[in-house]
């Protein structure tokens, strides 16, 4: 057993840790022995040394290899963007997407000719960053309308670089997808490659967003609103030719669509820059035109909108490439050292590498003795990382939670179906999430407990960045099929990443377990 030391709570601290659990607003919720401090009752806080060490395998679709599932039923949020920094190096995101129409069999109308053809995103953006520009002498179009134009203009979130060369722009295109694509349901990993085809669109964008919205002069009434999204132009020649001139055969139903008009893909030029998320299932592709009037023989024109939809009923996926060469990541040796640990870990988002924390064998044995010969109940047991001061010394956004699974199952850590609905109950808490250090609590409580009061085999924990998805209710989505309850996270579209102390016994920021007991 290796403690760094034991620190004894007199009865007056015991009496206050109780009031808290019962009446603080903001109590430790997985304080399940708290009734050992009444009576006189002491309490201990031990610290004992944990083995820490990387999660990383080269095989593709293997658990923390460089590749991970980014399907439709997997992507609440899509990535797009390049960013590299030194401890992790290169991470790319594409997106690829099938194409649908809006309604099948369209009537374009007579002699239709495309102006214009837009591919739209929304981008997460910081709604409180806004900056506004009013056009007062504004003359609406549609009519030669006196109006007020206003335009809302928004940073979106961004995770790396906030600037490239002094800029924030990227070069983002938008190629033919060449190949069948798949059914929406299927399996697909970041790192599946399909043939694509000329580019057919893409835009300088600088990272910003905006909305418009037009109101007439003469009653304020609203001609015009847009929200916030990223418009990229496309070839209107192309969409003329592939949809508007389409054979009725092509467009009849979506399975000849989708093998006909296979799909896109969007990806940057850059190697470095940002990451920024996106709703990939409100994608869409709008294809402006205009055609004869109806009932007229004057050669009259009028204006028309044709909708081809990428949201949820296409398959669609992130491809995410890597580049970790001379950087300390790549240096992560095969098979990971889980007898004595590493000194530095390394867990990274959207891919790559996590950590496996393992209680020493020697420890467990030293609590099932303390349990069985002193009595002692467990209260709480937390296991605590920092974060590397050195190789982490950086203004990127820290991970605020953890995915934490036990090593071969995919089931939820027994702290989090006993507490998953208890106020204010966290699984993992983070402190100092803006300075250098952080640090985070991971609450093991029931596992621990598990382990020595009932003799449960141990297991070594594995932590990824990303959090638990919840349900239409808030609750927790992984309840429903408890068998595979660690599938629903969003690992596969957080970009976070982040250096960690590893095993360094004398060290008081290397991975400790924090037991909190009371003994009588």
């Known amino acids: 057993m290796i403690k760094k030391f034991t620190k004894l709570l007199n009865i007056v601290a015991s009496l206050l840790i109780g009031s808290f659990i019962l009446w603080n607003c903001e109590p430790d919720a997985d304080q399940l022995g708290s009734q050992f401090f009444q009576n006189g009752a002491t309490g201990n806080e031990d610290y004992f040394d944990v083995i820490a060490y990387n999660v990383f395998n080269?095989?593709?679709?293997?658990?923390?290899?460089?590749?991970?599932?980014?399907?439709?039923?997997?992507?609440?949020?899509?990535?797009?963007?390049?960013f590299r920094e030194p401890q992790f190096g290169l991470q790319k995101s594409s997106y690829v997407s099938q194409v649908r129409l809006s309604a099948y069999s369209p009537d374009f109308g007579t002699n239709p000719v495309l102006d214009s053809a837009v591919l739209v995103i929304k981008p997460l953006y910081a709604s409180d960053s806004v900056r506004t520009t009013t056009q007062e002498d504004y003359i609406y179009p549609d009519g030669a309308l006196p109006a007020k134009k206003m335009v809302n203009t928004y940073p979106i979130l961004k995770y790396g670089q906030t600037k490239l060369n002094g800029k924030t722009i990227f070069n983002i295109k938008v190629q033919e997808v060449t190949q069948f694509l798949f059914a929406n349901t299927d399996a697909a990993y970041s790192n599946k490659e399909v043939s694509t085809g000329s580019v057919i669109g893409g835009r300088a964008f600088n990272g910003d967003i905006s909305s418009v919205k037009i109101t007439r002069d003469s009653d304020n009434s609203e001609l015009f609103n847009r929200d916030a999204n990223l418009r990229i132009p496309l070839d209107s020649t192309f969409f003329q030719n592939k949809i508007i001139k389409a054979s009725a055969a092509d467009l009849a139903d979506a399975a000849s669509f989708i093998r006909y008009f296979r799909g896109v893909k969007l990806s940057v030029d850059e190697n470095d820059g940002y990451l920024f998320n996106f709703d990939p299932n409100s994608v869409t592709i709008n294809l402006y035109y205009k055609k004869n009037k109806a009932a007229t023989t004057t050669g009259e024109r009028e204006a028309a909108t044709f909708a081809l939809d990428l949201g949820a009923a296409n398959a669609h996926f992130n491809q995410i490439?890597?580049?970790?060469?001379?950087?300390?990541?790549?240096?992560?040796?095969?098979?990971?050292?889980?007898?004595?640990?590493?000194?530095?870990?390394?867990?990274?988002?959207?891919?790559?590498?996590?950590?496996?924390?393992?209680?020493?064998?020697?420890?467990?044995?030293?609590?099932?003795?303390?349990?069985?010969?002193?009595?002692?109940?467990?209260?709480?047991?937390?296991?605590?990382?920092?974060?590397?001061?050195?190789?982490?010394?950086?203004?990127?956004?820290?991970?605020?939670?953890?995915?934490?699974?036990?090593?071969?199952?995919?089931?939820?850590?027994?702290?989090?179906?006993?507490?998953?609905?208890?106020?204010?109950?966290?699984?993992?808490?983070?402190?100092?999430?803006?300075?250098?250090?952080?640090?985070?609590?991971?609450?093991?409580?029931?596992?621990?407990?598990?382990?020595?009061?009932?003799?449960?085999?141990?297991?070594?924990?594995?932590?990824?960045?990303?959090?638990?998805?919840?349900?239409?209710?808030?609750?927790?989505?992984?309840?429903?099929?408890?068998?595979?309850?660690?599938?629903?996270?969003?690992?596969a579209y957080t970009p976070n990443r982040v250096v960690l102390v590893g095993t360094r016994p004398g060290d008081d920021r290397g991975a400790k377990l924090v037991v909190t007991y009371g003994k009588k």
């Open 58 to 82: 080269g095989t593709p679709g293997v658990l923390n290899s460089d590749s991970i599932r980014t399907d439709a039923t997997r992507l609440q949020s899509a990535t797009l963007g390049a």
């Open 321 to 491: 490439t890597f580049d970790r060469t001379n950087t300390p990541s790549a240096a992560i040796v095969q098979p990971q050292n889980m007898v004595d640990g590493e000194p530095t870990v390394f867990a990274q988002g959207m891919g790559g590498p996590g950590v496996g924390l393992k209680i020493r064998a020697s420890d467990i044995a030293v609590l099932r003795d303390m349990f069985n010969n002193e009595k002692i109940g467990i209260v709480s047991a937390k296991l605590r990382l920092y974060t590397d001061v050195n190789a982490w010394n950086n203004n990127f956004k820290k991970p605020n939670y953890f995915v934490v699974k036990q090593q071969g199952l995919d089931t939820f850590l027994e702290d989090m179906t006993t507490l998953a609905y208890a106020p204010n109950f966290s699984l993992v808490k983070g402190f100092d999430l803006d300075k250098n250090p952080a640090h985070y609590d991971i609450a093991i409580t029931q596992t621990l407990k598990n382990i020595i009061e009932k003799n449960v085999e141990p297991k070594d924990l594995i932590i990824n960045v990303g959090t638990y998805t919840t349900d239409a209710s808030g609750g927790l989505a992984g309840l429903v099929q408890p068998e595979f309850a660690q599938t629903y996270n969003t690992r």
